[in-house]
């Protein structure tokens, strides 16, 4: 691995992102997230308005008349990334790759969280899970965490996002914002780990695209090599009908994991490689904090 190239590489993306954590994604950033959580704070007498729902029975028996619990938001949030670092986001039709992307929302994220005194923290997964980053403050541990996403080297190709669900729904303790950055090319059933993850924590589902993966090229009879499961098989890309048919079946996958993740009342951004991931992402948390 050359070191000295991954070093330009979070250099750069560090001066690109915390430029934009400052300007695109600071206003809306905290506000576009549901509360990190409530802290018990006190229990009051009932007092004629307040919500009949917040009523501490238990205490409202032994005294005979009715009294409330009161909570406190608490001030900071933990923003936590589940990246997808299986084969398929290391390749690429053109020069950047689905890492490529993950690395620079993962730092856009990182950088706004530092900027709003909230915690990061990171797992890495392919078919097993590669790395955990527990959350964490300050530009230090933002520069760890970005560290990890583009300078790690995946041990495993497949991808087991059930799995990863699972084990980060053990591992978090507190409620969470989690950002699930993936292409959701995995195999199994994710629907019910994610349905569980999401009923205790804020769950964001950046969903990652290459668009040049999306059409066949013009090349006659060409071998394609899946680098997951390492499969070989022959298409003819000149042919109009299989190019139509790839292209539906691509339009159909997507179709379907949107509507999956949707069903499951998880916010679904998809981001395409070659666009203005950053400004897209902006608008984004722009109208989820004006609905929330």
Known sequence: MDWKAITRKIRLLELQTRKESCGLLAGEFRSAFRGAGMEFEEVREYLPGDDVRA????VTARQGKPYLKRFREERELTIF????????????????????????????????????????????????IEKYLPPGKGVSHAMRLLREVVGHIPAGEGT??????????????RRSVLFLLSDFQAPGDFRPALQRLARRHDVIALLLRDP?????????????????THQDFLLD??????????????????????????????????????EDVLRKLSVFLQRRARRL
């Not at 996002?161 to 591992?171: D, K, N, S, V, Y």
């Not at 040049?212 to 997951?228: K, N, V, Y």
Request: aromatic letters at 6%.
């Open 212 to 228: 040049s993966l999306e059409e066949l090229p013009r090349g006659g009879l060409m071998t394609f090599h899946d680098p997951e």
């Open 160 to 173: 087991d996002l059930p799995a990863a669900l699972e084990t980060l729904g053990r591992t978090l303790k």
């Open 237 to 274: 890309t000149a042919c109009p009908r299989t190019r139509a048919a790839y292209r539906q079946r691509i339009q159909r996958e997507q179709a379907e994991r949107e509507r999956q993740l949707s069903a499951l009342g998880v916010d679904t951004l998809p981001l395409s490689l070659g």
């Open 81 to 128: 990334f589940l990246v997808d670092c299986s084969a398929s986001s290391r390749f690429g039709g053109g020069p950047e790759s689905l890492g490529d992307l993950a690395s620079q929302l993962c730092a856009s994220l990182a950088f706004s969280a530092v900027k709003s005194n909230d915690k990061t923290g990171l797992m890495l997964f392919s078919d097993r």
């Open 55 to 58: 009523i501490d029975w238990n």
